[in-house]
Protein backbone atom coordinates (compact mmCIF):
# COMPACT_ATOMS: atom_id res chain seq x y z
CA UNK A 1 0.00 0.00 0.00
CA UNK A 2 0.70 3.97 -0.07
CA UNK A 3 3.34 4.86 2.51
CA UNK A 4 2.80 8.59 4.53
CA UNK A 5 5.85 9.19 6.75
CA UNK A 6 5.75 11.33 9.87
CA UNK A 7 8.62 13.17 11.35
CA UNK A 8 9.66 13.75 14.26
CA UNK A 9 8.46 10.45 15.75
CA UNK A 10 9.21 11.65 19.05
CA UNK A 11 9.50 15.35 20.51
CA UNK A 12 10.31 16.94 23.71
CA UNK A 13 10.49 20.91 24.17
CA UNK A 14 9.79 23.40 26.58
CA UNK A 15 6.76 25.48 27.23
CA UNK A 16 6.89 28.62 25.01
CA UNK A 17 8.65 27.16 22.27
CA UNK A 18 6.98 26.24 18.70
CA UNK A 19 7.68 22.65 16.97
CA UNK A 20 6.73 21.50 13.50
CA UNK A 21 5.90 18.23 12.59
CA UNK A 22 6.40 16.85 9.16
CA UNK A 23 3.87 14.27 6.85
CA UNK A 24 4.69 12.92 3.64
CA UNK A 25 3.35 10.84 0.99
CA UNK A 26 6.39 8.54 -0.14
CA UNK A 27 4.82 7.41 -3.33
CA UNK A 28 1.73 9.38 -4.48
CA UNK A 29 0.83 12.70 -4.34
CA UNK A 30 -1.81 13.68 -1.59
CA UNK A 31 -3.88 16.89 -2.45
CA UNK A 32 -5.49 16.52 0.99
CA UNK A 33 -4.03 15.59 4.25
CA UNK A 34 -5.36 15.11 7.46
CA UNK A 35 -4.01 15.62 10.88
CA UNK A 36 -5.84 13.61 14.26
CA UNK A 37 -4.63 13.96 17.71
CA UNK A 38 -5.82 11.06 19.91
CA UNK A 39 -4.86 11.10 23.48
CA UNK A 40 -4.30 7.55 25.78
CA UNK A 41 -6.42 4.75 24.77
CA UNK A 42 -8.79 6.96 23.08
CA UNK A 43 -9.56 6.80 19.35
CA UNK A 44 -8.79 9.19 17.12
CA UNK A 45 -10.06 13.24 16.78
CA UNK A 46 -9.35 15.20 13.32
CA UNK A 47 -7.98 18.13 14.31
CA UNK A 48 -7.90 19.62 10.54
CA UNK A 49 -7.85 19.79 6.88
CA UNK A 50 -4.83 20.20 5.14
CA UNK A 51 -5.70 21.14 1.44
CA UNK A 52 -2.71 22.02 -1.04
CA UNK A 53 -1.99 25.53 -2.38
CA UNK A 54 -5.16 26.75 0.19
CA UNK A 55 -5.87 27.49 3.63
CA UNK A 56 -6.64 24.65 6.08
CA UNK A 57 -9.74 23.94 7.28
CA UNK A 58 -10.26 23.25 11.06
CA UNK A 59 -12.62 21.34 12.85
CA UNK A 60 -14.60 23.12 15.76
CA UNK A 61 -13.16 23.80 18.71
CA UNK A 62 -9.51 23.71 17.30
CA UNK A 63 -7.35 26.75 17.21
CA UNK A 64 -6.06 27.64 13.58
CA UNK A 65 -3.95 30.11 15.53
CA UNK A 66 -2.37 27.17 18.33
CA UNK A 67 -2.05 24.70 15.31
CA UNK A 68 -0.31 26.54 12.16
CA UNK A 69 -0.63 23.94 8.68
CA UNK A 70 0.93 24.26 5.82
CA UNK A 71 0.54 22.19 3.06
CA UNK A 72 3.45 23.78 0.03
CA UNK A 73 3.46 20.82 -2.06
CA UNK A 74 1.29 17.50 -2.87
CA UNK A 75 3.82 15.24 -0.76
CA UNK A 76 4.09 17.39 2.28
CA UNK A 77 1.80 18.82 4.96
CA UNK A 78 3.37 20.68 8.37
CA UNK A 79 1.60 21.00 11.42
CA UNK A 80 3.22 23.43 13.66
CA UNK A 81 2.16 23.73 17.34
CA UNK A 82 3.39 27.23 18.58
CA UNK A 83 3.43 28.82 22.05
CA UNK A 84 3.63 25.11 23.04
CA UNK A 85 1.82 24.28 26.61
CA UNK A 86 1.81 21.04 28.54
CA UNK A 87 -1.60 20.27 27.74
CA UNK A 88 -0.49 20.09 24.13
CA UNK A 89 1.42 17.09 24.87
CA UNK A 90 -0.43 14.37 22.68
CA UNK A 91 0.07 11.71 20.13
CA UNK A 92 -0.40 13.59 16.87
CA UNK A 93 -1.09 11.45 13.23
CA UNK A 94 -1.14 12.36 9.79
CA UNK A 95 -3.59 10.76 7.21
CA UNK A 96 -3.55 11.08 3.42
CA UNK A 97 -6.05 9.81 0.71
CA UNK A 98 -5.52 8.26 -2.70
CA UNK A 99 -6.48 10.85 -5.46
CA UNK A 100 -8.11 8.11 -7.27
CA UNK A 101 -8.96 4.94 -7.37
CA UNK A 102 -10.45 3.07 -3.76
CA UNK A 103 -10.27 6.68 -1.51
CA UNK A 104 -8.61 4.50 0.92
CA UNK A 105 -6.87 6.55 3.55
CA UNK A 106 -2.95 5.89 4.88
CA UNK A 107 -1.68 7.02 7.94
CA UNK A 108 1.62 8.02 9.11
CA UNK A 109 3.37 6.66 12.20
CA UNK A 110 2.72 9.60 14.50
CA UNK A 111 4.35 11.73 16.32
CA UNK A 112 4.40 11.98 20.03
CA UNK A 113 5.43 15.56 21.97
CA UNK A 114 5.98 15.73 25.03
CA UNK A 115 5.75 19.67 26.33
CA UNK A 116 7.96 20.19 29.57
CA UNK B 1 -25.13 11.55 13.05
CA UNK B 2 -22.96 8.39 12.37
CA UNK B 3 -21.73 6.28 15.66
CA UNK B 4 -19.75 3.42 15.36
CA UNK B 5 -19.33 1.00 18.01
CA UNK B 6 -16.74 -1.70 18.68
CA UNK B 7 -17.55 -4.79 20.88
CA UNK B 8 -15.38 -5.97 22.54
CA UNK B 9 -13.63 -3.38 24.04
CA UNK B 10 -11.26 -5.90 24.73
CA UNK B 11 -10.39 -9.40 24.00
CA UNK B 12 -7.46 -11.72 25.45
CA UNK B 13 -7.39 -15.62 23.64
CA UNK B 14 -4.65 -18.14 23.50
CA UNK B 15 -2.38 -18.61 20.65
CA UNK B 16 -3.56 -20.49 17.34
CA UNK B 17 -7.63 -19.22 18.07
CA UNK B 18 -9.99 -18.04 15.43
CA UNK B 19 -11.37 -14.93 16.26
CA UNK B 20 -13.86 -12.73 15.48
CA UNK B 21 -14.31 -8.50 15.89
CA UNK B 22 -17.36 -6.88 15.86
CA UNK B 23 -18.52 -3.11 14.20
CA UNK B 24 -21.73 -1.56 14.14
CA UNK B 25 -22.82 1.40 12.45
CA UNK B 26 -25.98 3.47 12.59
CA UNK B 27 -26.20 4.90 9.06
CA UNK B 28 -26.11 2.42 6.52
CA UNK B 29 -25.79 5.20 4.25
CA UNK B 30 -21.44 4.81 3.47
CA UNK B 31 -18.98 5.00 0.95
CA UNK B 32 -16.70 2.26 2.34
CA UNK B 33 -15.42 0.87 5.61
CA UNK B 34 -11.53 0.82 6.61
CA UNK B 35 -10.46 -1.92 9.24
CA UNK B 36 -6.90 -0.44 11.05
CA UNK B 37 -4.38 -2.06 12.91
CA UNK B 38 -2.26 0.16 15.69
CA UNK B 39 0.56 -0.80 17.70
CA UNK B 40 1.14 0.93 21.22
CA UNK B 41 2.49 4.38 20.20
CA UNK B 42 2.36 4.14 16.30
CA UNK B 43 0.36 5.34 13.72
CA UNK B 44 -2.64 2.94 11.87
CA UNK B 45 -1.78 0.66 9.41
CA UNK B 46 -4.98 0.08 7.14
CA UNK B 47 -5.49 -3.91 6.85
CA UNK B 48 -8.50 -4.02 4.81
CA UNK B 49 -11.03 -1.45 3.05
CA UNK B 50 -14.90 -2.45 1.68
CA UNK B 51 -16.28 -0.67 -0.93
CA UNK B 52 -20.17 -0.20 -0.05
CA UNK B 53 -20.59 -2.49 -2.78
CA UNK B 54 -18.61 -5.24 -1.69
CA UNK B 55 -19.89 -8.02 1.05
CA UNK B 56 -16.10 -8.77 1.78
CA UNK B 57 -12.47 -8.96 1.65
CA UNK B 58 -9.13 -11.15 2.45
CA UNK B 59 -5.69 -10.22 3.17
CA UNK B 60 -3.76 -13.68 4.37
CA UNK B 61 -5.20 -14.69 7.65
CA UNK B 62 -7.74 -11.63 7.95
CA UNK B 63 -11.20 -11.86 6.56
CA UNK B 64 -13.79 -8.46 6.76
CA UNK B 65 -17.11 -8.91 5.72
CA UNK B 66 -19.59 -6.34 5.60
CA UNK B 67 -23.68 -6.06 5.65
CA UNK B 68 -24.69 -2.69 5.16
CA UNK B 69 -28.54 -3.10 5.48
CA UNK B 70 -27.62 -4.32 8.69
CA UNK B 71 -24.95 -1.77 9.67
CA UNK B 72 -22.70 -4.85 10.64
CA UNK B 73 -18.96 -5.50 9.79
CA UNK B 74 -16.91 -8.59 11.00
CA UNK B 75 -13.12 -8.98 10.98
CA UNK B 76 -11.94 -12.38 11.34
CA UNK B 77 -9.02 -13.55 12.20
CA UNK B 78 -7.51 -16.72 11.61
CA UNK B 79 -4.90 -19.15 13.86
CA UNK B 80 -4.23 -16.04 15.87
CA UNK B 81 -0.56 -15.43 16.74
CA UNK B 82 1.54 -13.26 19.46
CA UNK B 83 2.36 -10.68 16.71
CA UNK B 84 -1.76 -9.71 15.80
CA UNK B 85 -1.68 -8.12 19.21
CA UNK B 86 -2.86 -4.71 18.65
CA UNK B 87 -5.63 -2.59 18.87
CA UNK B 88 -8.30 -2.38 15.66
CA UNK B 89 -9.96 0.26 15.04
CA UNK B 90 -13.15 0.11 12.77
CA UNK B 91 -13.94 3.15 10.57
CA UNK B 92 -16.38 4.21 8.57
CA UNK B 93 -16.63 6.72 5.54
CA UNK B 94 -20.04 7.66 5.16
CA UNK B 95 -22.85 10.49 3.88
CA UNK B 96 -23.64 11.74 7.06
CA UNK B 97 -21.50 12.43 10.14
CA UNK B 98 -18.09 12.04 10.34
CA UNK B 99 -15.57 14.75 9.71
CA UNK B 100 -13.76 16.81 7.07
CA UNK B 101 -12.59 13.30 6.25
CA UNK B 102 -15.62 11.54 6.29
CA UNK B 103 -14.21 9.07 9.07
CA UNK B 104 -16.07 7.94 11.81
CA UNK B 105 -13.76 5.92 14.00
CA UNK B 106 -14.65 2.65 16.65
CA UNK B 107 -12.89 3.27 19.67
CA UNK B 108 -11.60 -0.01 19.17
CA UNK B 109 -10.88 -3.91 20.47
CA UNK B 110 -7.99 -4.05 22.25
CA UNK B 111 -6.28 -7.66 20.97
CA UNK B 112 -3.95 -9.94 23.07
CA UNK B 113 -2.34 -12.77 22.02
CA UNK B 114 -1.40 -14.94 24.49
CA UNK B 115 1.88 -17.21 23.71
Known amino acids: GAVVSQHPSRVICKSGTSVKIECRSL??????MFWYRQFPKQSLMLMAT?????????EQGVEKDKFLINHASLTLSTLTVTSAHPEDSSFYICSARLSTGSGELFFGEGSRLTVL | KQEVTQIPAALSVPEGENLVLNCSFTDSAIYNLQWFRQDPGKGLTSLLLIQSSQREQTSGRLNASLDKSSGRSTLYIAASQPGDSATYLCAVRGRSGGGADGLTFGKGTHLIIQP
Open chain 1, 27 to 32: DFQATT
Open chain 1, 50 to 58: SNEGSKATY
